[in-house]
Nanobody, 124 residues
Framework: QVQLVESGGRLVQAGGSLRLSCVAS????????MAWFRQASGKEREFVAA????????DYADSVKGRFTISRDNAKNSVYLDMNSLKPEDTAVYYC?????????????????WGQGTQVTVSS
């Protein structure tokens, strides 16, 4: 059974930092494209960041470029999202996702495997 489990979300002040973790089971993270999405209350789910099977190829939403970093640890079969200079508009449920296709995609429908999400709240 393929499963993704996110953790690390919490309440943080604006300007602060957080690290989100996504632990995979039933799939090896260095064989799939891994991504982070987020969904704010009342809004559609949106792309945040993704990394291809080879970690050197990554993509970010314009809204998080320069502030967020996606990375993977193959030994721990995990993917991370390091978030710095957090803003209130970053408040959302953050989801980890995986797709077997080798290319990065930014649309939620392109990902078949999802975690349950972790809440990030940034106070002003």
């Amino acid at each position: 059974q393929v499963q993704l489990v996110e953790s690390g979300g919490r309440l943080v002040q604006a300007g602060g930092s957080l690290r989100l973790s996504c632990v995979a089971s039933g799939v090896t993270v260095n064989t799939v494209t891994m991504a982070w999405f987020r969904q704010a209350s009342g809004k559609e789910r949106e792309f945040v960041a993704a990394t291809k099977r080879t970690s050197s190829n990554k993509d970010y939403a314009d809204s998080v470029k320069g502030r967020f970093t996606i990375s993977r640890d193959n030994a721990k079969n995990s993917v991370y999202l390091d978030m710095n200079s957090l803003k209130p508009e970053d408040t959302a449920v953050y989801y980890c996702a995986a797709r077997y296709h080798g290319l990065i995609a930014t649309t939620p429908a392109d990902y078949r495997i999802w975690g349950q999400g972790t809440q990030v709240t940034v106070s002003s």
